[in-house]
């Protein structure tokens, strides 16, 4: 089981920056696409973005887009979500998910989950 661990959550305010760390203990990220996804209370498991094995980006939310950006530093194996811009709807748990099959906004694809971050967004 490969391990996945997400950092960089906190408190900021509205409009407000986070970046956000998903580190994993694959000996490679070379076939391995992560995703995040983040949950608020009550509310089911999204998907925000995935990189896939290429490094392509994908982006699956309309509100998100052009304030979030993920990336990925393969020497370190971590996959990054800057955001910018924060607003009081960004606010939930996020998480990261990794899966050697596909980007997908779907969580079952996923094999393996870090533990997740917390973002809060308040003044």
């Known amino acids: 089981q490969v391990q996945l661990v997400e950092s960089g959550g906190g408190l900021v305010q509205p409009g407000g920056s986070l970046s956000l760390s998903c580190t994993t203990s694959?000996?490679?990220?070379?076939?391995?696409?992560i995703g995040w996804f983040r949950q608020a209370p009550g509310k089911e498991r999204e998907a925000v973005a995935c990189?896939?094995?290429?490094?392509?980006?994908?982006y699956y939310l309309d509100s998100i887009k052009g304030r979030f950006t993920i990336s990925r530093d393969k020497a370190k194996k971590t996959v990054y979500l800057q955001m910018n811009g924060l607003k009081s709807t960004d606010a939930a748990v996020y998480y990261c998910?990794?899966?050697?099959?596909?980007?997908?906004?779907?969580?079952?694809?996923?094999?393996?989950w870090g533990q997740g971050t917390q973002v809060t967004v308040s003044s």
């Open positions: 990189i896939s094995h290429t490094g392509s980006p994908i």
């Open positions: 694959i000996y490679t990220l070379n076939g391995w696409n």
């Open positions: 998910g990794g899966t050697f099959s596909r980007c997908s906004d779907d969580t079952w694809e996923y094999s393996d």
